[in-house]
């Protein structure tokens, strides 16, 4: 789509390099979508390649947005972890394939402009705080349950940071002393409790035993097949055991969010990811009776439970945020 | 003590407002003690006359210091909580028996100059920061297990502040789902499994027992002279039982800091209060093994756990550092 609003060439492209698939978006200083391109990761033909392919994807969006690359003020890029951030380096994505890939350096090289890693769930969570459920808030936490459960905080602004970049690791706070295993080696992490992974094995048994005629109907006992739309029929159609299981772990997420409270008072948790947006209600209201129940009374009124707004949206648009504010300055 | 440093007359007060005293301590620019006083608190004698006090005993450590008011620059103090920070009101005090007590208000008349009020575990957590075992961290988590179980952070040079001010409730993050009551209302709470009062009350039980020989015989069963020096005592004495149950607190304490390495990914984790200050080998050993055995891979070498070393002079120092940050604009 052509672009009207090119007064002074100010253009950021956030990008979101997912397991499957990226894509990258060019925004206008108004943050507005001018153009956007998406491409398969096929992380298995390689960094190089994969490198490549995110140039092109960045041209290709470039090109949508009918402006070019030198109208282009900073690309922010979401990306799986971990990352050293003020190299640009990914360190190790395990999904793709890839180690010690310079996408910063690669990417500036070709394309003449700042180039800003971060994680991406900081990039969702940034995205939300900017033009989200996030809005006017001083501190967010954005938990998103998925494969296993992201965390990122906005505090006072800006991106929390860890010792060494990553922090917020919500899927490995011990909710279960002893608990389930988890895929990190350790017992009782809320990840193991209460991950899309873990409610779709215990849907996968309860369709199994016959107390969810629905979900055997339609997806059988594959964990594989059980996603977040196969749950939410499974329940829309009157499994009631499925509502069950995704209720239990959706009340783990909100011990796990009681604790949060307790140590950050953010203004607000923002929920978000697949399996919220497929059940929203559900966890909004199970997390929020479940954190409200378990915090010091003073910290009842200071806090919301709410549903993320931006969907697959928010981690591009906050990477094109949080390019513009890292080359404000500010970051 | 006569001050020698006074060429441009800055001197900061850093303030204690304890539950049975008070202590009023006076720096110069660098932080070197000129002058102090200490007084009874007597909270019962109601705010109004606690105030009175307050001044009184800034003015006495003034007057120790060898200057005189106009030399001060601006005072911190270091209060229970819950506070309205930017008012500068202690709202409640349940030991003090004080409610809504404008304490900067009622200083700042007086002794015209300004006032911070800063919660007193932020104010020791501050402290050691700038002064003590903290020195050099990007961000720092004090645990103050006590009574309670106190905490506060220091993140990028500056005090987390949560959404009502009060936060890092470290005291109540849920540790064991279903465990023993705590003075919150609440169950698992750590403060219910690891506080000194709930380490007194299994060090009781198991002297009753007849396990703790050396306890029974110097302090007998009741809880309330069952404090850090005489658990220290038994344990050197050959109560092996006092030493299991401080070392299983100290683990759960160990189970909680790996929940907030894995949330806010600290420099370091200092530990401090009375029972630290008499075991802290016992507690610093024990907490590290848990946190080290529960963390992700990639964390376990970006943190340590360490004991504080500046003891009840923090809350004083950082009070009255924390009065120059805020006067210089900083905070």
New interface residues.
């Given amino acids: 789509m052509p672009n009207d609003i090119d007064n002074d060439k100010k253009y950021w492209v956030g990008f979101d390099l997912g397991g499957t698939k990226m894509l990258s978006t060019v925004y206008n200083k108004q943050f507005e979508l001018c153009g956007k391109h998406r491409t398969k990761t096929k992380g298995h033909d390689g960094s190089k390649a994969g490198v490549n392919r995110m140039i092109n994807t960045i041209r290709q969006s470039i090109v949508d947005a009918d402006i070019a690359v030198k109208d282009i003020s900073g690309i922010g890029i979401g990306c799986p972890g971990?990352l050293d951030l003020d190299r640009g380096i990914l360190e190790s994505a395990p999904n793709l394939g890839w180690t010690n890939v310079a996408i910063k350096d690669s990417l500036e090289d070709e394309l003449n402009c700042g180039v800003h890693l971060m994680n991406d769930v900081d990039a969702g969570v940034y995205g939300e705080y900017r033009f989200g459920a996030g809005q006017n808030c001083?501190?967010i936490v954005g938990v998103f349950p998925g494969t296993g459960i992201g965390?990122g905080?906005v505090?006072d602004g800006k991106i929390?940071?860890?010792?060494?970049s990553?922090?917020?690791?919500?899927g490995?706070?011990?909710?279960?002393?002893d608990g389930p295993l988890c895929g990190?080696g350790?017992r009782g992490c809320l990840e193991a409790v209460a991950s899309r992974l873990v409610i779709a094995s215990q849907a996968a048994a309860a369709a199994y035993r016959g107390q969810a005629p629905h979900l055997m109907q339609n997806q059988g006992t594959d964990i594989s097949r059980i996603r977040s739309g196969a749950l939410k029929e499974a329940i829309h159609s009157g499994d009631a055991v499925i509502d069950q299981i995704v209720r239990n772990a959706a009340r783990y997420i909100g011990?796990a969010v009681?604790?949060?409270v307790?140590?950050?008072?953010?203004?607000k948790i923002i929920l978000g990811g697949g399996m919220v947006e497929a059940l929203p209600d559900l966890f909004v209201t199970e997390v929020k009776k479940i954190a409200v129940a378990?915090?010091?009374p003073?910290?009842i009124d200071?806090?919301d439970v709410v549903a993320a707004e931006l969907g697959d949206l928010a981690s591009v648009l906050g990477a094109a945020a949080w390019a513009e504010r890292s080359t404000d300055g500010s970051a």
């Fill in positions: 971990p001083r501190t965390g905080c505090y929390l940071r860890g010792a060494k990553t922090c917020m690791e919500i490995h706070m011990q909710v279960v002393p990190c350790k011990i009681a604790n949060i307790h140590l950050l008072a953010p203004d378990r915090v010091l003073s910290f200071s806090f």
